[in-house]
């Protein structure tokens, strides 16, 4: 059972465009949720994060975005930059443990 | 700079052989979570040390242990070797069974089962 659901594995945007990534999930407990950068060969990064008493946070040019109601939260990064090409993971904190989705691999071309 | 430093990087292994993965957690982290990310999947939860002491525990098989010493270095054993063991493995450092929430990852270890 897949709590945490990335249905895009592959995102394609143009160089200063936005890139919003997606993410659902199942488990209405959850209460942290947070996204993971992952470049080949390496760990996955923390990116930014948001408490389910929020719906929206800032950090420069990502936003991330959480509704509740839908168990939806979404990922934007504006502007997008070569750079930014990485696997995205969403992630859920529970009870000591994070639950990843499957990721999305974004690429930002010029 | 995370750190957090996983060994070895990469690793051959026959089914059945035995495995001990190492890894280095961050200064002043007291916890280390174990991540296995198999192709094309997310990392999936194996378990949690926090200070020497298992603290939760994913839906893996007891094949799959693990230890953590006092300077909170952690390693992970895996029993009789599968071929579905073949995965990237993480590690993630975090200071008090990750209440902190931003767990700092290892680069991992590629682990092929052949």
């Known amino acids: 059972d897949q709590q945490v659901k990335q249905n895009s594995p592959s995102l394609s945007v143009q160089e200063g465009r936005i890139s919003i990534l997606n993410c659902d999930y199942t488990?209405?407990?959850?209460?942290?949720f947070l996204w993971y950068k992952k470049y080949p060969a390496e760990g996955p990064t923390f990116l930014i994060s948001?408490?389910?008493?929020?719906d929206k946070n800032e950090d420069g040019r990502f936003t991330v975005f959480l509704n509740k109601s839908a168990k939806h939260l979404s990922l934007h990064i504006v502007p997008s930059q070569p750079g930014d090409s990485a696997v995205y993971f969403c992630a859920a904190y529970n009870t000591d443990k994070l639950i990843f989705g499957t990721g999305t691999r974004l690429q930002v071309f010029p | 700079e995370t750190g957090v430093t996983q060994s070895p990087t990469h690793l051959i292994k026959t089914r059945g052989q035995q495995v001990t993965l190492r890894c280095s957690s961050q200064s002043g982290h007291n916890t280390v979570s174990w991540y296995q990310q198999a192709l094309g999947q997310g990392p999936q939860f194996i378990f949690q040390y926090y200070r020497e002491e298992e603290n939760g525990r994913g839906n893996f098989p007891p094949r799959f242990s693990g230890l953590q010493f006092p300077n909170y270095s952690s390693e992970l054993n895996v029993n009789a070797l599968e071929l579905d063991d073949s995965a990237l493995y993480l590690c993630?450092?975090?200071?008090?069974?990750?209440?902190?929430?931003?767990?700092?990852f290892g680069q991992g270890t590629r682990l092929t089962v052949v």
């Open positions: 488990n209405s407990m959850f209460d942290y």
């Open positions: 948001i408490s389910s008493i929020k």
């Open positions: 993630a450092s975090s200071f008090d069974r990750g209440l902190s929430t931003e767990a700092f």
